[in-house]
């Protein structure tokens, strides 16, 4: 059996990653310390619905599947949490097999503070962003440098990591010719917050780790998900993935979904030019199976631009409206103010054709897609609290 090593398995995309594997026949462990779940106690950011803990979903995925997910609960921004998965001195929190799974042939990072208004919160939100993200990253390069360098590193960076150049986006690399030379440099950077810039750190972090000592990894530059439902979590849903519609932790469509389920306007901010590329969760899922399918090789950092379609703000807005309509929502929309520092109109032309140049088949936000949300999230009306949904995190 294949090791697959999650860290960050307790996520919006760990749990749901975990399973994909797990149903595929690969040997997964996750590794998780509630940074999420416990940031939304603190900030009072409510979550659709109750998520069992980390646990309890793996006894249960055990109990409807017969496979197993080992579980640590660890904090791998301290590097002896991250070093014990791999030297032996492991002990997982919950297994059927309690013997160590040997070293990750897979790691999969998606073990950070993913988002960011909390990173522009206040210093404090931001300092614990910068630690939190570095630290993990470079605790993970150090680990697998000393004890696996054969592990092949899937690692989530992020589309924000561009910014909005106005030139057409690569796939993390570009050919620079200067003074009458030529050569291959990273894709310039420029994120719009502290959060994405932790995310270009890493990327460093990453390419340095590759130079120096031919590390193999992919670093998915991934576009905001949307969607609940994956395959696996159609079993039971107690296995559905954390789902936040708050400002904070909700990711646009998502929110927008939730938004119009309760009547409160969809909040676009400033002219809603703002153009991104996004995908479903199946996709985040496939992307990064399809990624551990056709590894990078050794002495390799392979960039993926992982999106499957753009759109404007506007244009999520006005379809999620004619599909919430249709369904006879009360769906509103409304121009805010823009609380962040964005430019609201500019070009926006990314390539993003590796991922499927290696059999992913993407899902597009159809209106079928968008109405089968709007379908769960209405089982949940009732637990949705509005004063949560904008607080204007400004930056
Ligand atoms: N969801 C998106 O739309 C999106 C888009 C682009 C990039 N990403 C990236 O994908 C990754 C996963 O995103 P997500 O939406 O699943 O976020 P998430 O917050 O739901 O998942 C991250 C998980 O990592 C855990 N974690 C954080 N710090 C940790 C630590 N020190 N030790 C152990 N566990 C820790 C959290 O508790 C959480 O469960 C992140 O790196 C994020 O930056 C996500």
């Given at each position: 059996m294949i090791n697959v090593l999650i860290l960050g398995g307790d996520g919006y995309l760990g749990w749901p990653t975990a399973m994909y594997f797990s149903s595929r026949g690969y040997e997964v462990t996750v590794v998780d310390n509630y940074f999420r779940r416990n940031a939304c106690t603190e900030l009072d950011t409510a979550m659709l619905y109750a998520i069992p803990t980390l646990i309890e979903r793996a006894k249960l995925w055990y109990e409807l599947t017969?496979?197993?997910?080992?579980?640590?609960?660890?904090?791998l921004s301290e590097s002896e949490s991250m070093r014990r998965l791999f030297d032996g001195r492991l002990k997982y929190q919950w297994a059927i097999n309690e013997k160590y799974s040997g070293l990750p042939e897979i790691l999969i990072?998606?073990?950070?503070?993913?988002?960011?208004?909390?990173?522009?919160?206040?210093?404090?939100?931001?300092?614990?962003?910068?630690?939190?993200?570095?630290?993990?990253?470079?605790?993970?390069?150090?680990?697998?440098?000393?004890?696996?360098?054969?592990?092949?590193?899937?690692?989530?960076?992020?589309?924000?990591?561009?910014?909005?150049?106005?030139i057409d986006i690569e796939e993390g690399w570009l050919d620079i010719e200067h003074k009458g030379r030529k050569d291959t440099f990273l894709y310039p950077r420029q994120a719009s917050s502290l959060y994405h810039t932790t995310k270009i750190m890493d990327t460093d972090l990453m390419?340095?780790?590759?130079?120096?000592?031919?590390?193999?990894?992919?670093?998915?530059?991934?576009?905001p998900v949307y969607g609940i439902e994956t395959d696996e979590s159609q079993i039971d849903h107690r296995l559905r993935t954390i789902f936040n519609y708050d400002e904070v932790f909700g990711t646009i469509v998502n929110r927008f979904i939730v938004q119009g389920c309760v009547g409160y306007p969809l909040t676009v901010y400033g002219g809603g030019g703002q153009t991104r590329g996004y995908l479903n969760i199946k996709d985040a899922l496939q992307c990064v199976h399809k990624?551990?399918?056709s590894p990078a090789k050794s002495g390799e950092l392979r960039i993926f631009?992982?999106?499957?379609?753009?759109?404007?703000?506007?244009?999520?807005?006005?379809?999620?409206?004619?599909?919430?309509?249709?369904?006879?929502?009360?769906?509103?929309?409304?121009?805010?103010?823009?609380p962040r520092k964005e430019l609201e109109e500019h070009y926006y032309n990314p390539v993003y054709q590796g991922l499927i140049d290696i059999g992913v088949e993407p899902h597009y936000l159809t209106d079928d897609v968008i109405s089968d949300m709007f379908s769960i999230v209405e089982q949940y009306q009732d637990n949705i609290r509005t004063d949560v949904i904008f607080r204007g995190v400004k930056w």
């Open positions: 017969g496979f197993e997910i080992k579980v640590v609960i660890a904090d990072h998606y073990a950070e503070q993913p988002s960011a208004p909390y990173s522009l919160m206040d210093y404090k939100h931001a300092d614990v962003t910068l630690i939190n993200n570095l630290r993990v990253t470079n605790n993970l390069l150090w680990a697998v440098k000393d004890y696996s360098p054969d592990t092949h590193v899937i690692k989530l960076g992020t589309m924000g990591e561009y910014g909005t150049p106005n390419w340095f780790g590759v130079r120096m000592w031919d590390l193999k990894v992919t670093d998915l530059m991934q576009g990624s551990a399918e631009n992982q999106i499957m379609e753009t759109f404007s703000v506007n244009e999520l807005a006005d379809t999620i409206q004619r599909v919430g309509l249709n369904r006879g929502f009360d769906v509103k929309v409304s121009h805010i103010e823009n």
